[in-house]
């Protein structure tokens, strides 16, 4: 399997989170351009590129208006044969929704929303920064039902300041309440320079401490699971076999290409990121130059040590065989001690060939993953 990411890197206004590539409608000279630019880069994909998933995200996709959407897609489906794709991925922000730019988005080939509405707590999205509040997030997910898509994920965002626990618990029964296909439950983090880690850093918002986020994300996982969800990654829940293949793409270490500013590829070995400046991303694309600087060769093992660890985010983990077959090393080899203590110290699992992660593991995954590698 092979993926196409494309990132938009527009949004209405900066989460106070967020530190993705993004600028915001007054900072961009001409959107028409960067169409342009990303229509430019898809031709220049290699001609045996051909993915089975596509995802657009950003940013903010739907902060296009539906002609620059419309555009956005005509000029995927001149460069990708839709017809091979199995799932065809749009991110959107409730507060941009509108029932012509989904039409759109219909036409154009898209079967699966990730719709980020990160709460339904007024207070918790005022403190994120968003530009919705938990209304718009509910009328917005009901729009695309009407729409028609029959695949929708819902991002929440897990231990945001102020939040009691028993809000955590409501936020999750209002997304099973409205039974999206998927769940995504992301913890909040704090990435450095965003305007809430300054906060942070300046006692003005308080974090719960790490008993309460483990607390609230074991209870939140129970509550999913008894509502029919299937606990399939680290903080990815889904029902009727709707796991994003995309995702499950990057986490069982397939290839993929990214077009568009900031946007990453891994492709035969090599992996490269395009230069976050969309001013220079345009005018490289418009020169017929690379839109990244330096490329990253993974050895073997260095590549073989990241399929591990990413194969142990799945909940079911992996088979060691399997691994042994596509990574060309042994798990164990690889690891040296690392598995069987971790075994003895209930953060593995072995049940036959498998190897996984415990449920005690899940919420500490990180600092297992750093040990292991
Ligand atoms: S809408 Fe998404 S990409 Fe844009 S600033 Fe907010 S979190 Fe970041």
């Known amino acids: 399997m092979t993926g196409l990411y494309i990132h938009v890197p527009l949004c209405e206004k900066r989460c106070r989170y967020c530190d993705f590539y993004k600028l915001t409608p007054d900072e961009i000279d001409s959107m028409d351009l960067y169409l342009q630019c990303l229509e430019i880069e898809l031709r220049r994909l290699p001609s045996d590129f051909a993915p089975d998933t596509v995802f657009i995200g950003g940013g903010t996709p739907t902060a296009l208006t539906p002609d620059e959407y419309r555009k956005m897609l005509e000029s995927i489906e001149r460069r990708i044969n839709l017809s091979q794709v199995i799932e065809f991925t749009s991110e959107a922000n409730p507060g941009t929704l509108t029932p012509e730019k989904l039409q759109v988005m219909r036409d154009g080939g898209v079967n699966r929303i990730s719709i980020g509405v990160q709460s339904f707590n007024d207070r918790a999205l005022q403190l994120l920064g968003r530009i919705h509040d938990a209304e718009t997030a509910i009328t917005g997910y009901h729009m695309l039902r009407e729409a028609g898509f029959d695949n929708v994920n819902v991002d929440l965002i897990q231990s945001i300041p102020g939040m009691k626990p028993d809000d955590v618990l409501s936020d999750a029964e209002t997304a099973a309440g409205l039974q999206p296909d998927h769940i995504s439950y992301y913890n909040l983090i704090y990435e450095p320079g965003t305007p809430l880690t300054k906060a942070r850093d300046q006692g003005l918002v308080v974090p719960p401490g790490d008993d309460e986020e483990a607390d609230n994300y074991y209870r939140v996982k129970m509550f999913l699971e008894e509502a029919g969800y299937l606990h399939y990654e680290i903080s990815n829940f889904s029902k ?117 992660l415990t449920p005690d593991a899940l919420f500490i995954s990180n600092a297992v993953f750093a040990e292991l590698l």
Request: net charge negative.
């Open 240 to 356: 009727d076999q709707k796991a994003c293949r995309h995702n499950v793409l990057y986490w069982q270490g397939g290839e993929y290409f990214g077009c568009g500013p900031s946007s990453h590829s891994h492709w035969r070995g090599k992996r490269f990121g395009n230069i976050a400046d969309l001013k220079g991303y345009n005018e490289r694309m418009l020169k017929d130059r690379k839109p990244f600087d330096d490329v990253e060769y993974l050895s073997k093992e260095e590549k073989a040590r990241e399929t591990l660890v990413m194969w142990l985010r799945m909940t079911d983990g992996f088979d060691l065989d399997e691994f042994e077959k596509t990574s060309g090393f042994s798990a164990y080899d690889l690891c040296g001690d690392g598995i069987e203590s971790m075994i003895e110290e209930n953060l593995l699992q072995r049940s036959g060939n498998r190897l996984r």
